[in-house]
């Protein structure tokens, strides 16, 4: 099993859609969690962090934590296809290991 | 506040040699973190330093070692190079600290690509 799973896409949505991403993570001592979207050629940049079990808004970004089910998500509301991008989910254990899942490949379509 | 850079942006060596990247953090940052990106591997974490000290190690031979100096700057040292080694090398900086929260937010330079022939 690996550490930090996501969804394996590619996910397309149409514009203004909102966009799920998921992610699950196995160590239940992690306690920071973070969300950053890579454009190709460029690269990771971090776009939401949640550290406490429930909601967190920015803007048209959504991120949700649960640690009891050790599962968090970002929604993307009124999609644009500037949002088209890798996303990558990246968790921090205590033990200070960050790790990073393997991306989500988000299409937006005009 | 400028941001996370690293040299080289590109290198092209052959297999057996060594090489040496350099990443210089945020101002104030005093944790690095270097990674490797390959596309079938996703993002693979190296090793992490704060305070000259190596923090935290990934999955990867003793071919692979890095440094960090007094003023933060670290540098990464791949030595007998393995074509297997081609792949983006990405720096992130953080505050880091003992603390957890938002002191490991990390923040990434734009990378090395690395080619081994």
């Known amino acids: 099993q690996k550490e930090v799973e996501q969804n394996s896409g590619p996910l397309s949505v149409p514009e203004g859609a909102i966009a799920s991403l998921n992610c699950t993570y196995s160590?239940?001592?992690?306690?920071?969690f973070f969300w950053y979207r890579q454009y190709s050629g460029k690269s990771p940049e971090l776009i939401m962090s949640i550290y406490s079990n429930g909601d967190k808004e920015d803007g048209r970004f959504t991120a949700q934590l649960n640690k009891a089910s050790q599962y968090v998500s970002l929604l993307i509301r009124d999609s644009q296809p500037s949002d088209s991008a890798t996303y990558l989910c990246?968790?921090?254990?205590?033990?200070?290991?960050?790790?990073f899942g393997d991306g989500t490949t988000l299409t937006v379509k005009p | 506040k400028a941001g996370v850079t690293q040299t080289p942006r590109y290198l092209i060596k052959t297999r057996g040699q060594q090489v040496t990247l350099s990443c210089s953090p945020i101002s104030g940052h005093r944790s690095v973190s270097w990674y490797q990106q390959t596309p079938g591997q996703g993002l693979q974490f190296l090793f992490e330093y704060f305070s000259e000290t190596q923090r935290n190690k990934g999955n990867f031979p003793g071919r692979f070692s890095g440094r960090q100096f007094s003023n933060s700057r670290s540098e990464m040292n791949v030595s007998t190079l393995e074509l297997g080694d081609s792949a983006l090398y990405l720096c992130a900086s953080s505050f880091g600290g003992t603390s957890g929260g938002a002191l490991h937010e990390q923040f990434f330079g734009p990378g090395t690509r690395l080619t081994v022939l």
């Open positions: 990246a968790v921090r254990t205590n033990a200070g290991k960050s790790t």
């Open positions: 160590d239940r001592g992690s306690q920071s």
